[in-house]
């Protein structure tokens, strides 16, 4: 049964007026600009099984931790990145809350008719995601990742230090470039994100095999690690940098 047919659902709609010179929209961004991730994503879909799904995690996990990946709720909110990476002059800014990382590195790309390039060593993923994704046998980069926020900007190092400044987290992950590629690298191997992956991954069930939901140790890693690209594309551990 859907989470909404069983909690209260609250649908609120905002009026407003924004200033032009502020506005960020997803269909702002070039070829040839920096693709920023800030915050950790999968962190809203993980906080939501820590607090739905604890009995079943309880056969597995210590309570401390699956409190610590319960209150990951309250560490959702985007407000102070976004602001601070519109101070430090960003072209597009895009909420990664819904349809996992991937769907919205696809909608960003799709809103602005560019391609991507994107290391998918470099998204950033905590460790409780990783580990409790594994549990459910699940794919991280389908979780909601609310918290999380896709920024394209010119000078993609300025962002990022403008934002740690404040005490974000944010990473380069990749470029955009001037074709409808949507590339997803990780050492030697490529694999585009297109329309049909989307589908694969949002079909993804307990019990459907695919390569985006193999556990795997990752090389020089003692902390298990989702394989994600046909045996081949390893999350980044982010205990282990």
Known sequence: MSRA???????????????????????????????IVTGYVGLEGTAILANEKRAELETRFSKAFIDKSAAYIDHISTAMEAASAIGAGVAAIHDASQGGIFGALWDM?????????????????????????????????????????????????????????????????????????RVLISGEERRYLNQELLVTLNSVTSNDYSPFKMPLRGR????SIINTMAHSLTARCQACV
Do not use: W
């Open 220 to 223: 020089g890693c003692n902390h």
């Open 5 to 35: 047919v069983k909690n209260i659902v609250v649908t609120v709609t905002a009026i407003g007026e924004a200033y032009e010179q502020t506005l960020t929209p997803s269909s702002a961004a070039a070829p040839g600009m920096d693709v």
């Open 109 to 181: 790309a799709e809103a602005s008719g560019i391609g991507l390039d994107i290391d998918l060593k470099k998204l950033p993923i905590r460790q409780d995601t990783i580990e409790i994704s594994e549990f459910f046998d699940i794919n991280p980069y389908k979780l909601l990742s609310g918290g999380s926020l896709i920024i394209i900007a010119a000078d993609g190092t300025r962002v990022v230090r403008e934002l740690e400044k404040t005490g974000q987290n944010a990473v380069i992950v990749g470029a955009t470039t001037d074709s409808n590629d």
